[in-house]
């Protein structure tokens, strides 16, 4: 299946982003592309579980998840060895029209992954420089 077949050309993203910058400033499927890309560049052996969900209620989905991983390098700041198993969590919502998601509001506790590599400091410890 391809991502065109699954998101709507005006698929847009509501995202708190860490480096603060507008997540709806780029909509259609080209919006998430970069994101996969680059959570493969960094990540090996992903595997993600779904905790609790999908919940559906009309036209949305929502669901909580886990990624676990093993890091593989290339974070800035990251100051764990490749191979650092990781593992954090996040919630989605999806709105759903005419058998595509059009809009995705996604809230990922990226500060407890990016804890775990030593890139920030955390509740499992501080940064390591």
């Given at each position: 299946?391809?991502?065109?077949?699954?998101?709507?050309?005006?698929?847009?993203v509501h995202?708190?982003?860490?480096?603060?910058?507008?997540?709806?400033?780029?909509?259609?499927?080209?919006?998430?592309?970069?994101?996969?890309?680059?959570?493969?560049?960094?990540?090996?052996?992903?595997?993600?579980?779904?905790?609790?969900?999908?919940?559906?209620?009309?036209?949305l989905i929502?669901?909580?998840?886990?990624?676990?991983?093993?890091?593989?390098?290339?974070?800035?700041?990251?100051?764990?060895?490749?191979?650092?198993?990781?593992?954090?969590?996040?919630?989605?919502?999806?709105?759903?029209?005419?058998?595509?998601?059009?809009?995705?509001?996604?809230?990922?506790?990226?500060?407890?992954g990016l804890?775990?590599?030593?890139?920030?400091?955390?509740?499992?410890?501080?940064?390591?420089?």
């Amino acid at each position: 299946m391809q991502i065109k077949e699954i998101l709507d050309p005006g698929f847009v993203v509501h995202q708190a982003r860490p480096d603060g910058s507008d997540s709806e400033a780029v909509t259609g499927p080209e919006r998430l592309l970069p994101e996969i890309e680059q959570t493969m560049a960094a990540f090996g052996d992903i595997s993600i579980t779904v905790d609790l969900g999908p919940i559906i209620d009309g036209d949305l989905i929502s669901a909580r998840w886990t990624m676990r991983a093993t890091y593989t390098g290339g974070i800035p700041q990251a100051t764990a060895p490749v191979g650092t198993d990781v593992s954090f969590s996040g919630n989605d919502i999806l709105r759903v029209r005419d058998g595509r998601f059009v809009e995705y509001w996604t809230c990922t506790d990226i500060l407890d992954g990016l804890s775990q590599l030593g890139a920030v400091s955390g509740p499992n410890g501080p940064a390591h420089h």
